[in-house]
């Protein structure tokens, strides 16, 4: 067994442990996630060390690592065909660096449910279940696969909100589902209408396999995805461009752009700590790396027609949401809001169609990832002992809780962009990336960049303002002496989880090649492929 | 040739608010006497403070960049500075805009020196321009009132707008498929089980009719056969 799939259902097995053991021993439920997921981070980091950079792989099959693929499904349905569904995963440049984010961000994300209390076996066990769909969407390369591990994603996430979550949790909980579920139903119509479209050359069947769908010459002469002379229209909009605009349509949602947005301050909101971390740290790459995986390689020829429209959202997006977050009075919807502006980021970078804005727009991923899981994390801290995230109701926090007020101050100015952190290379990668778009001919316009220099210095505003408010001068709490005995300063457990995801933050700051080095040839590959359609 | 005359102007003001600097703290009447009592005592500065200015001060003598005060060619500073233009230089200028710096700085101390002196000072306190300068031109309150305020009540404004309008749009879609789902149950159990209750009501109706048939009475009975007969009859005539 390959160590891909060892990697994707490592998690199952603590699952089916987790259900299996009976609530008296429920203490180990923690303990055994913890070693599964340890386990799955040592997977991954040793899928890092072994990775080889020079393989860009973005539409060559050959051309993936640690490649499985195994015939899962092979229907006959009689005159029509075979029905041919693959097992099919891999790695290349691009998912790489974020299976490794994921199985960092889900070892936070376990450090952080230390202290759940609450029917414990079913929160343990939804997590496993979420940590292998997440695994699995980034490595799998069949579409029907590729559908199967992003629904199975949305099951846990719907119960870990509407249970664990606040006070408006049930509300929270099926927002974010039914608006994620409702672009996900209208991608399986592409998925579907791909599937018709597309000939597999070795079997001579339809296929979901991505791979193929990526090469022109697969495509039935005539059909309604087909590249060449295609004069297929719904309502007047060419085939391709509706596949495209669904298929952006469904991972807009997730990543998430301005008009889709409004259910992430919700679910973020009302979410329980570690299900914001995995929620900001993970799920919103999702939507970033279907862009990439599906939406640009799948159809170059529209990439290229409409980057100039996903730049203008990414462009709404930074200022709509930093703008949102410089408004906000409760913490946990700050830093949701900032999820969105930081995100609008990696719309700009990866619309700008240069090698800087999409290696910008991977990085800025990688980063925003555990710096969202730190920021989301450093919220937890305070809710767990006042259970009150109100800024104005905290004030000069730094005399009493002084290391704490020096993580906040590093993942605040990480966050905003402070060069030597992570955060300063994705976004400075991304605005050179947009302004150089407009030599490079690729559509995008220079006043752009410019707008989206503007939000990193709104984050700043937004960011300092809320740490000058809650943290300097003279300590003045809500709660009054109650809260003021409540508020310790942060533990072992929570330095543990801290300090790694500061480190890391400061270590891509300065040594940015170690990601950089993994997915440079995929990106350039994927330049190549658009470059014919520009 | 405007850059040159404002250099110059600014240079007559430095000397200006130096010379007032000087004037005002170290010259004419001392009138703190009352602030002094054995807590609160001036004295010279120690020998650590005392020895890095002299030697500062030092630094400052024009002796030290250059022994020729015509010539300024002859500085260390102007030959490490040096550089070569295309335009023919003028030396005349190295002269007489010093000479006039010069002369406008000692008239400049000359004016401090009767104003802050000699107590004959010219303006009011009221004066407008003092109270610009004092309040640096209102250049704070400008950035507060036009850049601050604008981007709170921008952001203020968008955040209503993202839960009125965008979460707005998402909730009348909410209520929108609530409200179909309600008209369709109303549908559903008004018409459609409506359709299958008035069937079962209307066959119970029926039958209730009917009943009325058994009652008993040969009569009745005979009258159905002869009906049947008679309708048999007139089938097979018209036929």
Not at chain 2, 214 to 232: D, K, S
């Amino acid at each position: 067994m390959g160590l891909l799939s060892i990697l994707i259902f490592l998690p199952l097995i603590a699952l089916a442990l987790i259900l299996v053991l009976p609530s008296t021993v429920k203490a180990s439920y923690k303990y055994i996630s913890l070693v599964f997921t340890l386990l799955q981070l040592g997977i991954s980091l040793y899928i890092y060390q072994n990775f080889q950079g020079a393989q860009a792989g973005v539409n060559s099959l050959s051309d993936f690592q640690f490649l499985e693929q195994v015939s899962w499904i092979r229907l006959d349905l009689g005159s029509i065909g075979k029905l041919e569904i693959d097992y099919l995963i891999g790695l290349d440049g691009i998912s790489l660096p974020l299976i490794v984010l994921s199985s960092l961000v889900m070892l936070m994300g376990i450090g952080a449910s230390w202290n759940m209390n609450k029917s414990p076996k079913g929160y343990f066990a939804l997590l496993m279940l979420l940590n292998t769909a997440v695994m699995g969407i980034f490595c799998a390369l069949d579409f029907f696969l590729f559908y199967v591990f992003y629904e199975v994603m949305l099951f846990p996430l719907y119960f870990l909100i509407g249970i664990w979550g606040g006070e408006r949790r049930e509300y929270a909980a099926i927002k974010f589902f039914l608006y994620t579920l409702l672009g996900s139903v209208l991608m399986l119509l592409v998925i579907v209408g791909l599937y018709f479209s597309v000939i597999n050359p070795e079997s001579g069947a339809h296929t979901f396999n991505m791979l193929h769908m990526m090469n022109p010459a697969n495509y039935v002469e005539g059909s309604f995805f087909s590249f060449i002379g295609n004069y297929h229209e719904v309502f007047g909009v060419p085939a391709r461009l509706i596949g495209f605009i669904i298929l952006f349509f469904a991972f807009a949602v997730k990543v998430p752009i301005v008009p889709l947005h409004t259910w992430l301050p919700d679910a973020h909101v009302e979410a329980p700590t570690p299900v914001s971390i995995i929620l900001a740290g993970i799920l919103l790459k999702i939507g970033g790396y279907g862009i990439i995986r599906v939406c640009y390689s799948i159809f170059p020829d529209m990439a290229a027609e409409t980057n100039w429209w996903l730049a203008l959202i990414g462009i709404i997006s930074i200022l709509y949401g930093a703008l949102n977050a410089l408004a906000q009075k409760d913490l946990k919807r700050m830093i949701a809001y900032s999820s969105v502006s930081h995100m609008g980021f990696v719309l700009l970078g990866i619309a700008s169609l240069t090698a800087e804005g999409l290696s910008g727009a991977m990085f800025q991923m990688i980063s925003h990832g555990f710096l969202s899981a730190a920021l989301f994390f450093l919220v937890g801290v305070i809710y767990d002992r006042v259970h009150d995230r109100y800024i104005y109701h905290f004030r000069g926090l730094a005399s009493i809780m002084p290391k704490y007020t020096a993580c906040v101050a590093i993942v605040f100015f990480a966050s905003l962009g402070l060069p030597g952190f992570s955060a300063f290379i994705g976004e400075a990668f991304v605005i050179i990336g947009a302004f150089n778009a407009e030599s490079m001919a690729t559509g995008i316009p220079r006043w752009m960049a410019i707008a989206g220099s503007i939000g990193i210095f709104l984050s700043a505003a937004y960011f300092l303002w809320t740490l000058q408010r809650m943290f300097f001068g003279q300590t003045r709490l809500q709660g009054g002496t109650a809260w003021q005995s409540a508020l310790t300063d942060l533990n072992r457990r929570e330095l543990l989880v801290l300090v790694p995801a500061i480190s890391l933050a400061l270590i891509l700051g300065i040594m940015p090649s170690l990601v950089f080095g993994k997915l440079n040839a995929s990106i350039l590959k994927l330049i190549d492929i658009i470059n014919p359609y520009l | 040739m405007a850059v040159p005359i404002i250099l110059i102007i600014v240079s007559f003001l430095t000397a200006f608010y130096i010379g007032r600097l000087i004037w005002k703290t170290f010259f004419g009447n001392f009138r703190f006497a009352e602030y002094l009592d054995r807590e609160h005592r001036l004295h010279e500065a120690p020998t650590l403070m005392l020895a890095p200015m002299l030697f500062l001060a030092f630094c400052c003598l024009a002796p030290l960049f250059s022994l020729h005060p015509l010539d300024y060619h002859s500085s260390w500073l102007m030959q490490g500075l040096h550089v070569q233009t295309t335009f023919p230089a003028m030396p005349s200028a190295h002269l007489y805009i010093p000479v006039v710096l010069t002369i406008g700085a000692i008239l400049a101390w000359l004016i401090g020196w009767k104003w802050y002196i000699k107590h004959q000072y010219p303006f009011s306190q009221e004066n407008k321009l003092i109270l610009l300068a004092n309040n640096q031109f209102y250049i704070n309150e400008l950035n507060e009132r036009i850049f601050v305020k604008g981007i709170k009540r921008l952001s203020t404004s968008l955040y209503f707008i993202d839960r009125k309008v965008i979460d707005g749009l998402v909730h009348l879609f909410t209520n929108f498929i609530q409200s179909l789902s309600r008209a369709m149950h109303w549908l559903d159990k008004n018409i459609i089980d409506g359709i299958v209750n008035f069937v079962a009501s209307g066959t119970y109706y029926l039958g209730h009719l009917v009943r009325h048939v058994q009652n008993g009475q040969l009569q009745g009975y005979l009258g159905f056969a002869l009906t049947v007969l008679i309708l048999g009859f007139l089938y097979l005539i018209i036929k």
